[in-house]
């Protein structure tokens, strides 16, 4: 792990430097950060070009305004790459509580090891602009049943029993319910939405926790849970106003906000259309939208389901052979066909070929056994991450569940598709 502050990391590159090509994107990315808060995200970086590997790989960050350099504060852990490698970088930011900006300005490039000890640095760079957020964090004792369980269960997961297994899959919806903010906004427990992480390598173990819930009087919000051996910290934001007609924002001004778009509000008697042009939302009537659709100025916006709300079955199974051993691959499909299945531990991928005949998905229950997905330094450890779904060569968005022995993803498919390939960290025998 390497930690430093906010500056450009010296690097010894001589005249004549050496770079390399590819591409970064940023998961799990925050829209703020909150000072004296550690807050994760990854780099998701495809190496193209350049060295045959590279080692120590790792992000280049500048902060901006020079001001702020010292108060923030990184810790990142490099990784290492083959050309055509998709890789994780872990980044951990931390604002000192003291920083007097309400922005920050990250400019990141990437430097690398190449063969006999050559330096390399990327062709191309990235920036993030985060806000900044002050005293919006709180935190109050865990219970001391809670507290008592927590150091009791410090293991890997799948050595878990029963019982403590649904200690850790129940704590998160028990703390934020019990917070005063939850509580005064009479939070309904049945719409909440929680996304989380638990790593038990280490005691008490770490978490990454966020959802959303909605109040009594419709207004809709997003918390941050994270807790320690002896407290919880949470923070509690409005996301829009409640959907009373005369409050409601507009569709642009909910969208600009940070409000995906297939869950923008209209007023009472008006449908969400999207713009062919642009895909800004619009907020208009039944007779309105039929004319702006004849004249090919919006569509209306089809919501693809979530997973967790999929009742598809998983009605099929294919067998995946690996050396000598088998796997039974459990799926569904609609719209498309199956042809074949094919595992490959070379690349960490599993590959399906399908006869694409109209536009669906596909749901696949892939075992962590054969293939997986983790920010650890070996591919197999740490969080889950997202694969790297690619239909017909080009990513694309899916949803996912997952559970301790297996992770099911809904893979949209198109008319003519033919195949998907699944891309993790790790595979068999390695994944063992």
């Known amino acids: 792990m390497i930690s430093f502050v ?15 090509y590819g591409t970064a994107t940023f998961e799990r990315l925050p829209t703020t950060i909150v000072p004296n808060n550690p807050t994760e995200f990854e780099i998701k970086l495809h190496y193209t070009a350049g060295s045959y590997a590279l080692e120590n790989l790792s ?9 702020a350099r ?8 490099p990784v290492s790459a083959y050309q055509n490698d998709i890789v994780r970088i872990p980044v951990i930011i931390t604002v000192d509580p003291d920083i007097e900006y309400e922005k920050i300005f990250l400019s990141i490039s990437y430097t690398g090891v190449g063969f006999r000890d050559v330096p390399f640095k990327s062709s191309w760079s990235d920036s993030i602009i985060f806000d900044i957020k002050h005293n919006i964090i709180k935190e109050i004792p865990l219970p001391a049943d809670v507290r008592k369980t927590m150091h009791e269960t410090c293991s890997h997961m799948s050595d878990l029993t029963k019982e403590e297994k649904e200690f850790w899959k129940t704590l998160h919806v028990r703390l934020i319910g ?12 049945g719409s909440l939405n929680i996304t989380s992480g638990i790593s038990a390598t280490s005691c008490p173990p770490i978490t990454r926790t966020e959802g959303t819930f909605i109040s009594e009087n419709g207004m809709k919000h ?26 409601i924002l507009s569709p642009l001004k909910q ?13 009472e008697d008006l449908i969400l259309i999207t713009k062919t042009s642009n895909e800004n939302p619009a907020c208009v009537k039944q007779e309105t939208m ?30 995946v ?14 719209g498309s066909q199956l042809q074949e299945i094919i595992a490959d531990y070379n690349t960490r991928s599993v590959v399906v070929n399908v006869e694409g005949l109209d536009e669906g998905h596909m749901v696949i229950e892939i075992p962590r056994k054969l293939i997986d997905a983790r920010n650890g330094p070996d591919g197999k450890s740490g969080f889950d991450v997202d694969f790297f779904v690619l239909v017909d060569g080009s990513e694309v968005d899916f949803e996912e569940t997952s559970s301790i022995v297996a992770r099911t993803l809904t893979i949209p498919l198109k008319n003519g598709s033919s195949q998907i390939e699944i891309i993790g960290t790790v595979g068999y025998p390695y994944s063992q």
């Open 222 to 247: 997003k918390f941050h849970l994270g807790y320690n051996g002896n407290n919880f910290s949470y923070q509690i934001d409005t996301i829009f106003p409640p959907q009373y007609k005369e409050k």
């Open 70 to 77: 010292s108060k923030v504060h990184f810790d990142v852990k």
């Open 6 to 20: 906010g500056f450009i990391i010296p690097q010894a590159f001589s005249a004549g430097e050496n770079f390399f």
């Open 321 to 334: 052979q690996v050396n000598d051993d088998t796997f039974e691959i459990r799926y569904s499909i609609i």
């Open 178 to 189: 019990d917070t005063p903010e939850f509580k005064s906004l009479e939070g309904m427990r």
């Open 255 to 267: 969208f600009r906000s940070g409000v995906s778009v297939d869950e923008i509000s209209c007023k």
């Open 59 to 67: 992000p280049v960050i500048e902060v901006s305004p020079e001001g």
């Open 290 to 319: 039929q004319k702006l659709i004849e004249r090919g100025w919006g569509s209306k916006l089809e919501i693809i389901p979530d997973s967790k709300t999929l009742t598809a079955p998983l009605d099929k199974k294919y067998t």
